[in-house]
């Protein structure tokens, strides 16, 4: 994919993705900006998994949407007669979410929640970084990220609130993501209603690192979703494919980037 971006001032660069969507993206960001700018798009395997597989009409759930890659891409796949729920508590990337459904004309089917996912009700403290904005977490940045990433960060106190909250408004949903640095346990608790039988796709990183103290507690989080609800898992290749992977195989990794959990 080539080369197609312009900087437009303040700070935003506007961009051109291999899958023809428009994307203002912030100057100063180090994580998502140079890959969107320099590929034409980012996590290609996530992204084909997409485009091969949500259709119109389809409702779906972005958690962790940052500046509104995935949600304008999921967006224009659903159509009109689809439904989109994007979660985005660090203002600064929601205003870039904002902006980029509106541009892509995907704004009219989609909610933007200015909220944290979590396993209820809360506030929470979001450590949002300066230069690599892609690795806002609610967890403080550890010695491993600092000797790969010279960074600032400041803190926000943001909403938060259980997806099962909002249990009766999803209904069914066909693909839920979930990009949250190290949060994926406590968004897992709070979608308890969800899981069993409402969400039938839901792709999440595993990150043994970030999960920090939950990683034992998350792993058998899994566990019980396999055992309890029959809950499948895969990895995707490199052309979006699902690649179905035995539960334990797939926890000694300790990380990957997008795992599909499936009926």
């Not at 990009?179 to 899981?195: P, Q, S, T």
């Not at 058998?220 to 992977?245: C, N, Q």
């Amino acid at each position: 994919m080539g080369l197609n971006a312009i900087s437009i001032g303040q700070n935003r660069v506007l961009c051109l993705t291999g899958h023809g969507s428009r994307l203002l993206l912030p100057a100063n960001d180090l994580s998502l900006t140079p890959e969107i700018v320099f590929s034409g798009g980012m996590e290609f395997p996530l992204t084909h998994y997409f485009l091969n597989h949500v259709r119109p009409g389809h409702r779906v759930i972005d958690i962790g949407a940052n500046i509104g890659y995935y949600s304008v891409l999921l967006g224009r796949l659903i159509g009109p007669e689809g439904k989109l729920w994007a979660y985005e508590p660090y203002p600064e990337l929601r205003g870039f979410l904002f902006d980029n459904l509106s541009i892509n004309y995907v704004h009219d089917r989609t909610v933007v929640l200015a909220k944290a996912a979590y396993s209820s009700e809360a506030r929470l403290t979001l450590n949002a970084p300066l230069r690599y904005m892609g690795n806002c977490s609610i967890r403080q940045p550890t010695e491993e990220y600092r000797r790969h990433y010279a960074d600032e960060f400041k803190e926000i106190v943001v909403d938060a609130e259980a997806l099962d909250s909002r249990a009766d408004e999803f209904g069914t949903i066909d693909f839920a993501k979930m990009d949250i640095e190290g949060g994926e346990y406590h968004a897992l608790r709070g979608m308890e209603r969800l899981l069993p039988d409402k969400v039938r796709r839901l792709v999440f990183e595993l990150n043994r690192s970030m999960l920090a103290d939950d990683w034992e507690p998350f792993c058998d989080l899994l566990r019980r979703y396999s055992r309890d609800y029959g809950k499948r898992f895969s990895l995707l290749s490199s052309e979006g494919l699902p690649v179905p992977v035995d539960l334990e195989d797939l926890l000694a990794m300790t990380g990957y980037p997008y795992v599909l959990m499936h009926d």
